[in-house]
């Protein structure tokens, strides 16, 4: 009857009380993903085009003043003109002022870009669930990676006393 180097030395540690370790390949049988959902910020930014209108030279508002102060001196009569000139002036201004900046070659296109952050969910693999067969039974684990088709395990032998007694050295 052949007995095995192994087995031979696992009953010599049996006898004495000791256990034995020793490293076997076990095959794979699945491994399946463990998948967890993570958020993420991300920074999404939009471009929008914004006309904005041109600042004003104050020549508008120049010109306006003059020619209200005419007009309104050309109205009243009296002391009445003096008044009608100031309000001409001081109409013709702001008249002359809004005209000036309405106009089309002082507006401007513009593009404005608008930034904020949003939360985006991923699906990220955070380990695998390993079932495995080693001498004719089942096992399962968790691993961080997936074990390929076979993976090594540790084989850990340990005698069973049963009542009985160690034969004595």
């Known amino acids: 009857m052949k007995k095995s180097v192994f087995g031979v030395g696992v009953s010599l540690l049996a006898l004495c ?3 034995a370790q020793a490293q076997e390949m076990a095959r794979v049988m699945a491994a399946t993903p463990v998948v967890q959902q993570v958020a ?3 920074q999404v930014c939009t471009t929008q085009q914004v006309t904005q209108r041109g600042g004003t030279t104050g020549a508008g508002a120049v010109i306006g003043g003059v020619a209200g102060g005419v007009l309104g001196n050309q109205v009243g009569h009296g002391s009445g003109r003096a008044a009608a000139t100031v309000l001409g002036v001081v109409g013709g201004a702001v008249l002359g002022n809004t005209i000036e900046g309405n106009q089309a070659p002082n507006s401007r ?3 404005v870009q608008n930034c904020t952050t949003q ?3 991923e699906d990220r693999i955070s380990g695998y669930n390993v079932r495995y067969e080693y001498a004719g039974r089942e096992y ?3 691993m961080p990676y997936d074990p390929g088709p076979s993976m090594r395990v540790q084989v850990q032998v340990t005698p069973i ?4 007694s160690y ?3």
């Open 167 to 169: 034969p004595s050295r």
């Open 17 to 19: 009380g000791v256990t």
């Open 109 to 111: 296109v513009q593009d």
């Open 161 to 164: 006393v049963s009542g009985g």
């Open 140 to 142: 399962q684990t968790q």
């Open 119 to 121: 939360t985006f969910y």
């Open 40 to 42: 993420v910020p991300r």
